[in-house]
């Protein structure tokens, strides 16, 4: 079983070295943004062209983003017809979402993760234009992207350390057609790096949805 895995802007492909141990079974190509594509892209879609270019030739059973990389996971089946078989995104959001979403980790996570995991943004930062971080952190919606692809979609968020919130898919602030056409999941006490927070449950869900079993 192949995927394809796609990271958030301001990462490189390390930021899945925690869940890595977790995925031995399949084949994975873990992506890597050239620094000269990221420099110069205005938009999502100047990365997921890119991306296309160099990995659209390949059939995945699935590809699997991240924040930036759920976009262009969407992006590489509505507008590129890739071939692939599932589609996972990682705490995407498709539109502003509220306040409960806006947070990087639990206090307990970023006390774990925190200095690496900045050290990493703050490293990567200068290498994204300011057009294409204003395109999916001010005012965007790519949330007509669900609706053009044909692959079930599962969006998998976390539930920030309380799962009783009764508003967490309201609050996502999608419409109700687009809701219909997502498998919306939830990982417990994790926050946006949901890969490195919880790799044990993320990955055991993941396995679940490629497998079809009943794990999820």
């Known amino acids: 079983m192949r995927l394809l895995i796609l990271y958030g802007v301001n990462c490189t492909k390390d930021i899945w ?13 873990y992506v890597e943004y050239p620094q000269e594509v990221t420099l110069h892209a205005k938009k999502v879609d100047d990365i997921t062209e890119w991306v296309y270019k160099n990995y659209g030739h390949h059939s995945y059973d699935a590809i699997i983003g991240h924040s930036l990389g759920g976009i262009i996971a969407l992006q590489l089946t509505a507008k590129y017809k890739m071939k692939v078989d599932k589609i996972i995104y990682l705490d995407t959001n498709l539109k502003p979402a509220n306040e409960f979403y806006r947070n990087l980790m639990t ?41 053009e692809v044909t692959q079930d979609i599962y969006a998998i968020y976390g539930d920030r350390g309380m799962s009783e919130y009764p508003a967490k898919i309201q609050d996502l602030n999608l419409s109700a057609q687009v809701l219909n056409h997502l498998n919306i999941l939830f990982i417990h006490d994790s926050c946006h790096m949901i890969m490195v927070e919880n790799p044990k449950q993320l990955s055991k869900l993941m396995k679940g949805i490629l497998l079809n079993s009943t794990l999820f």
């Open 107 to 147: 206090q307990k996570n970023m006390d774990k993760y925190g200095n690496s995991i900045l050290q990493m943004f703050s490293k990567e930062r200068e290498f994204y234009t300011a057009e294409l971080l204003k395109s999916i952190q001010v005012d965007f919606d790519y949330s007509t992207l669900v609706n």
């Open 17 to 29: 070295n925690v869940i890595d141990p977790y995925l031995k079974e399949f084949e994975i190509d």
